[in-house]
């Protein structure tokens, strides 16, 4: 059976990746993969620390997604991927790699996922969590501050210099793409279960063509 490939996208702090972990814990673990488009951000050993502190991290061109492509059609096939793995303290990718086994039901989530056709004609269903910009935001800062050792001058000043802008540029327009938008981020639990428990009836029906709706 091919595997069933979910991409969820939206806004910075939208609520993507509670969204993508609650249906992964809803899930036997042994049948659920989370791929993070975020793992493929390129590596730039030529830049120094505080050159690549001002790269757009928000414009598709900062991602390896053809590798992205590569890898996820290899999963879909059946095979195994050495995914990236990428440290954002030093906006570097590390030497290691992530050992990624194929399996039913596969998750991938970025803010860009829905940008790039090479992404979105590997995708079964295409979501899109629509949230409140002042939300976003809030969340961002508290995750930068807390998770990635950033100080709030710093996040703010990113935000208005290439967060905001790549949004409206790039992510808001790839909305069009998906098949389902969910409100309210990882608050909303209608959407939340509608997903699961199509997904659960994909893992135990015969194999076919599965739409959400």
């Known amino acids: ?3 069933l490939v979910i991409g969820i996208a939206g ?3 939208s609520g993507k990746t509670t969204i993508a972990r609650k249906i992964a814990d809803a899930i036997p673990a042994s049948a659920v993969t989370i ?3 975020d793992a493929y951000y390129r590596d730039r050993p030529d830049l120094s620390y505080d050159d690549r ?3 757009n991290f ?3 061109d900062s991602l390896e997604t053809g590798l992205l492509a590569e890898q996820l059609s290899q999963l879909r096939r059946g095979l195994p991927v050495q995914v990236p793995i990428y440290d954002f303290k030093s906006h570097r990718r590390l030497p290691e790699r992530r050992h990624m086994a194929p399996t039913p039901i596969i998750i991938v989530e970025g803010i860009l996922v829905l940008v790039d056709p090479r ?3 590997l995708l079964d269903v295409k979501v899109f969590v629509d949230t409140d910009p002042d939300i976003r935001a809030f969340r961002r800062i508290r995750r930068d501050i807390e998770q990635r050792g950033r100080t709030f001058d710093s996040v703010r000043e990113q935000y208005y210099r290439s967060v905001r802008p790549m949004h409206l540029q790039f992510v808001e327009p790839s909305k069009r793409s998906a098949d389902l ?3 309210e981020g990882g608050e909303n639990g209608v959407a939340l279960d ?3 428990s199509k997904l659960q009836s994909v893992l135990t029906a015969p194999p076919r063509s599965v739409r959400l709706a």
């Open 1 to 3: 059976m091919a595997a």
């Open 11 to 13: 806004g910075s702090g």
């Open 35 to 37: 791929l993070e488009h």
């Open 53 to 55: 502190c001002q790269l």
């Open 58 to 60: 928000d414009h598709p």
């Open 119 to 121: 992404v979105r004609e």
């Open 181 to 183: 938008i969910i409100p």
């Open 194 to 196: 509608l997903i699961v």
